[in-house]
C-alpha cells in the first residue's frame, strides 16, 4: 500500500506502476462532463493553481448542506470515465494535473497525455458511494455551483486515505487493455 | 484484507423503526380516487436508496467467494458489500448516482393516474430534498440542472409507466437507473453482419456477449441482465429494463429461457472482465430474458444492464389498505 498527499511531484507518479494500490490524501477536485468540456474549451486561469499538482476526480456527488452553510458529502463514488476521453489528455497536460480518479479506465489519448505529463490514472470502487463518502474529510470549496449544477460542480474536498488501484500508468501500462484485449479473444471463442 | 465481511444489515424491525409512515397507516382502498401515495412512495425510496435487494445481496457474496481470497476481484466485491452495510446503517444512498426514477405502478379501476402521477412527482422531489436522490434530471443541450429531480416540460423524470389491473391490491415497483450502466445498455438488430449474428437464439447469444464484452467495467460489473428478444424499438427495451425487476435466482417460466439464461451466465462469466472490470470470474450476476412478438421484417434484441447496485423495490397495498414493501 502506497501513501500519496496532495500536492504530488511528477517524480512520485512517475514511480507508479499499473497494479500499485494507493491511499490518497489531502485536496482532491471534482470534475465531470460539463467541467472537462469548460476546461478545455475555456481554460480558465483560475483553474491553474487549484490544479497543478493535484488529482481530478470524476465524480458527481450526492451533497446535503448544512445549517450553518457547510457542506457534507453523502455519497461520493466515481463515474464512468470514458466520457471525458476527448478531453482529459488537453486538460492534464494544460493544467499539469498528476492523476485523475474515476471507474472503468480511458483510452489511448488519455495514455498518451499521462505519458507526456507525467501522471496516472487511479480506479475507484464503482458504485461504493457510501463507502468512499466516509473518506472525505470535509468539503474546502466549490466553483460554478450555480452554472454547472451539484453533480457537475467543480467541489474541492479534502480526502483521507481514499482506496485506490493504480490501473494506467505513465509508462503506457493500462490493465483495461489487458482485461479488454482477454475478454474479447475470450468473446471469440464463446461465439465459434 | 482477504477476510470475508459478512452482510449484516439493519434488521426488518428497526428498517420499520425508521420508516415515514406513521405506525399502523393504512390506505383507505374504499376511496382508491382520493388514496395519496405521496409518504408509502417516498418511503419506498427511501429503502431503495439505501438499501439492496437480499437476491443482489446474496450474488454478490456468492461471487466474492468464488473468487481467489486477496485477488483485486475478491477485495472489490468485499468493498461493495462493506458499502451495503453502510449505506444500509446510515440510511444513506448506496451511490452518488441515484439514478433515473423509473416507477410502474398497476392499480384497479377506479384508481386516479393524473393523481397518483403527481403525489409519486412530489415524492421524488421530498426524497431529493433529503438528500436520498441526486437531481438528475438535466436540459439536454445546456445541461442546467433543475435542481428537484423533476422535467417541468414533458413530465418524463421520473419516468411513471401505468397499467390497470383485474386485482383488487395496488402495486408499485421503482427502479432507481444508474446513467453510467445505462450507457451501455444496447439494442441489435438481427441478422447482425459485423457478429455473425442471425435470426435465431446463437444470434441473440452473440449480441448479449458482444454487449457486455463492450462494456466491460464501465457500467459497474457484476452487472445484471435484462434481455428482450422481439418488440419493437421501445416495446423491446421497455420490457428489457422491466426485467431487471425480476428477482435474480428465480426460475424463468419458459423452460427453454431458462436453460437458455442459466447457459449464458456461465460463459459470461468465463470473459475474464471481473468486477468493475479488474479482472475475474464475477462478471454477471444474473440475465433474465424473454421473448416477445416482433414484425416480421423486425428482429431487435434489446439488453438492458443494470449495475451491481441494482436498486429497485416493490410497494403493495393490500386490499385492506395494509402497505408492504419488497426489496
Partial sequence: MIRLTTPITEEAIRQLKVGDEVLLNGNVVLSRDMGHKFMKEQKPDWLKPILENMVIYHCGPVVRKNAD??????????????????????????YKVRGVIGKGGMGKKTS??????????????????????????????????????????????????????????????SLHEIVAQQSQDRAKALMA | ????????????EVVASKSLLPQGWKADMSNLAGLDLTLCAMELLRRTTSRLPQDVIDALVQGRDAEEPG????????DMVRNIILADGNVSPLCQDTGS???????PFGFSQRAARKQLRAAVMDATKRSWLRPNCVESLSGKNSGTNMDPFHEHHPAIHFEEWDQPHIEVSVMQ??????????????????????????????CIIDAVVKAQGQGCSPGILGVSIGGDRVTGWERAKELVLRKLGTANPDPKMDAFEKELTRDLNTLGIGPMGYGGATTVLGVSAEEMYRHPASFYVSIAYMCWSSRRGTLTLAADGQPSYDL
Fill in chain 1, 69 to 94: 452553510g457547510t457542506w457534507t458529502f453523502v455519497a461520493a463514488g466515481p463515474t464512468t470515465s470514458i466520457r471525458e476521453e476527448p478531453y482529459q489528455a488537453d486538460v492534464i497536460e494544460t
Fill in chain 1, 112 to 173: 498518451e497525455g499521462l505519458q507526456k505529463t507525467g501522471a496516472v490514472y487511479l480506479h475507484a470502487t464503482g458504485g461504493a458511494g457510501s463507502l468512499l463518502a466516509e473518506r472525505v474529510k470535509r468539503v474546502v470549496d466549490v466553483k460554478m455551483l450555480e452554472e454547472f449544477g451539484s453533480p457537475e460542480a467543480f467541489w474541492i474536498i479534502e480526502v483521507e486515505d481514499f482506496p485506490l488501484v493504480v490501473t494506467m500508468d505513465s509508462h503506457g501500462g
Fill in chain 2, 1 to 12: 484484507m482477504s477476510e470475508c465481511v459478512v452482510p449484516t444489515l439493519t434488521s426488518a
Fill in chain 2, 71 to 78: 485477488s483485486r476481484a475478491f477485495n472489490t466485491l468485499n
Fill in chain 2, 101 to 107: 426514477i423509473i416507477f410502474w405502478v398497476r392499480h
Fill in chain 2, 177 to 206: 437507473k444508474g446513467g453510467g450502466s445505462e450507457n451501455v445498455g444496447a439494442q441489435y438488430r438481427l441478422p447482425d453482419a459485423i457478429l455473425g449474428a442471425g435470426r435465431d437464439i446463437k444470434g441473440v447469444r452473440k
